[in-house]
């Protein structure tokens, strides 16, 4: 199995809401990644959390706040966003998140995306 | 620095007719490669991936992929393109930061015409 969910499929928020995008994964890994999207370009890495510690960071503005409660678990805490924030938020996992090294199990595996629009 | 180039931003095939999305990279070490496909307003479903070892790796959907290691390519085929497979296709490599990431390129849209 290797899939990927994430709720809600779909988000309405106006720039004073806040809400929450969740993924989910049941294959083990202990990787998990969020990516933003937008309109007719590649995904754009905004977070790692590798062993449920936050790894990277790409400069993502404070009105996303991650959380990796625990390895099956990654939420995107929104607050206060702007319109251009509107996008498609994708998660994704991998087994290890390169700390054993770049290996055949570090595949990273996409859920099918969040779509936001703020208003 | 890492980095993925799609040149193609469009490529039109009619059905049935053979395809090929190019795809350079620049990176330090031993890539990493893989090739993704997104249907409008979907996520990315793995089609390929190569590690090391045979530089022909088969993927799903008829698709395979070829790593030439002289050129920095990995160029995606399929010897008979389907109306379905009309979507965005991603090349990316993956490299080591202070954690594991994705370098995605631009990708390339493929339309088919009937």
């Not at chain 1, 990787?31 to 309109?39: E, G, P």
């Not at chain 2, 530089?55 to 379905?84: C, D, M, Y």
């Amino acid at each position: 199995d290797t899939e990927v969910t994430q709720t809600p499929k779909h988000l309405v928020m106006g720039m004073t809401n806040k809400k929450s995008l969740k993924c989910e994964q049941h294959m083990g890994h202990r990787a998990m990644y969020w990516y933003k999207q937008k309109a007719k370009k590649p995904p754009e890495l905004m977070f790692v959390y590798s062993y449920e510690k936050l790894s990277i960071n790409e400069s993502v503005p404070s009105r996303f706040s991650p959380e990796c409660p625990n390895s099956s678990l990654l939420n995107l805490h929104l607050h206060a966003l702007q319109p251009e924030d509107s996008a498609l938020y994708l998660c994704a996992s991998s087994q290890e998140g390169g700390l054993a090294g770049l290996t055949f199990q570090e595949t990273q595996y996409f859920g099918p995306g969040t779509r936001l629009l703020v208003l | 620095a890492q980095s993925v180039t799609q040149p193609d931003i469009h490529i039109t095939v009619s059905e049935g007719a053979s395809l090929e999305l190019r795809c350079n990279y620049s990176y330090g070490a031993t890539p990493y490669l893989f090739w993704y496909v997104q249907s409008p307003g979907q996520g990315l479903q793995l089609l390929l991936k190569y590690f090391s070892g045979d530089t022909l790796v088969q993927g799903i959907k008829g698709f395979e992929a070829e790593f030439k290691r002289s050129q920095s390519s990995f160029n995606l085929r399929k010897p008979s393109v389907h109306w379905s497979d009309a979507a965005e296709y991603f090349c990316a490599v993956g490299a080591m930061d202070s954690s594991y990431k994705l370098i995605f390129g631009s990708g390339t849209r493929l339309l088919v015409r009937p």
